[in-house]
């Protein structure tokens, strides 16, 4: 299992409105029903909810997919990523 959550960020940079784990890091990455949304781990139940409440409520997952490009690349863009890193490392 992936615990930072790469894909995640792949498919909210790429306009996909995303339903994810609310366990490990992926938390820390989407904000439920505002980038994305989040389902108890393992809850195979409550994931087919979620996919079902995007294919009911299409303008709600519009606005979703929309505010996660911004996030995907106001926040983990790979530029900003490596300006971070730069930061930590004091190499600016």
């Given at each position: 299992a992936e615990t930072f959550g790469r894909v995640i960020i792949e498919a909210m940079a790429s306009g996909v409105a995303v339903v994810a784990s609310s366990g490990g890091g992926v938390a820390s990455i989407?904000?439920?029903?505002?980038?994305?949304?989040?389902?108890?781990?393992?809850?195979?139940?409550?994931?087919?909810?979620?996919?079902?409440?995007?294919?009911?409520?299409?303008?709600k997952r519009k606005r979703i997919a929309q505010t996660a490009i911004l996030v995907a690349n106001n926040q983990y863009h790979h530029e900003k990523v490596d300006q971070k890193l730069y930061g930590v490392l004091g190499l600016n």
């Open positions: 989407v904000e439920h029903q505002i980038d994305g949304l989040l389902v108890k781990p393992l809850d195979a139940d409550e994931m087919a909810n979620a996919v079902r409440w995007y294919y009911d409520y299409p303008e």
